[in-house]
């Protein structure tokens, strides 16, 4: 009878592997990509900037715990498709001394690629639908050459401020392709899959183009996805502008932002504060 019980559990086995050996495995290096029936949103690591001025933001070192920013991207997965907000500190950075990348007064330490954090959710550059930057600066853009074959949601005021003659040439060598992508100019708020679920926001003020995401999220409810609109929690809880902005749009773009999240119940997520990144569920686990 155990002859009998060993023979039929082998026989289970060998069917198991030969049902195995017939799925075809996913890409090399890649996870299951995730099929959603609703909008999930993945919070990707993009590197973090070494800095140590709270000062150029209106804010003093007692205002300010930690004074470095963080600097996530943001993938956000609908059923209709894929939008990836902002492409982070450039790649190449990964695993280098900061003394190697310093821009100005600040440095960039980073320890994982763009593609490596798509590649841990099952996705790849050709799979994103949408392309989205809140801005040009170079610690937003640094891999947005990687993603010129997905439409470009751009306002044309950006676009301007990007290939104009007043161009950053340290950060425009990181998206020059975008020049030539599929470009789809948008104005004021765009509804990104046309439900009211995923809208980018104009909120203009830190560069002429300058916008938000908003992402309606069944479980975790509204969140908007500030971009540069603030760079540490400690300016909204204490009302400070960077002085550089303060005669800017950025005044009237928070007001915005702040009835919008009132009107919507929304919260909002300062992706630069280390003090929300820090707890924020971060890919590949997800929000939905």
Known sequence: MIRHALAALLGVMMCGLAAAAQTPPPPSGLAPLPKVTSVRVYVLDCGTIISNRPEGFGLTRDDVFNPNFSDPCFLVIHPKGMLLFDTGLVDSHVGRPIYENMTGYEGILKFTTLRGELANIGVTAPMITYLAISHSHWDHVGNANDYAGST??????????????????????????????????????????????????????????????YVKLAHTGGVVISGDLYHYSAERKLGRVPPREQTTETPASRKKVEDFLARTHSQLWIGHAIDWYQNAVKAPGWYD
């Open 152 to 213: 470009w949601l751009a306002r044309k005021a950006e676009y301007d401020f990007m290939f104009g003659p007043g161009a950053n040439a340290v950060s425009l060598k990181n998206y020059d392709r975008l020049a030539h992508a599929n470009i789809k100019f948008i104005d004021g708020d765009y509804d990104v899959f046309g439900d009211g679920s995923v809208v980018l926001l104009s909120t203009p003020g830190h560069s002429p183009g300058h916008q938000s995401l």
